[in-house]
């Protein structure tokens, strides 16, 4: 069972989000091509970027994070020791339940990021295109 908190009403959530992002590799990232600096993060959070932002707890404590954008794309990382325990396909399967709005739903995955591309599969979602940038 997991629970999502907002990551602005979470004390510390700048910190676990950073730590997330110092976990994911290049086939994970679609849109890092380096890592940010603390201070380029504490900006970036500070922007309030997604129609919604959670932490993904599991008896309170911090497995990882999802959101949603306001184009309505889901972006998920799951801390790697939690890996492989349904966390991520609970924490997508909530979000959607929590932000149903007209039922549609995106996610960008990095080509070479395989689990992900699994896990939205088994979750329905269909492979609409290939998207090439310089």
Known sequence: MITLTSVYTHRGAVLTLYDLLLERTPEQSISHK???T?????KFFRSKP???WYLVQSDGVNVGTVYLTA????GIFIFARHQGQGYGEAAVR???EKHPGDGRFIANINP???PSHNLFEKLGFKMIQHTYAR
């Open 94 to 96: 909530a979000i959607m």
């Open 34 to 36: 380096k890592m940010p």
């Open 50 to 52: 997604y129609l919604a």
């Open 71 to 74: 184009a309505r794309e889901i």
């Open 112 to 114: 070479a990021n395989d």
């Open 38 to 42: 603390m201070e380029e993060h504490n």
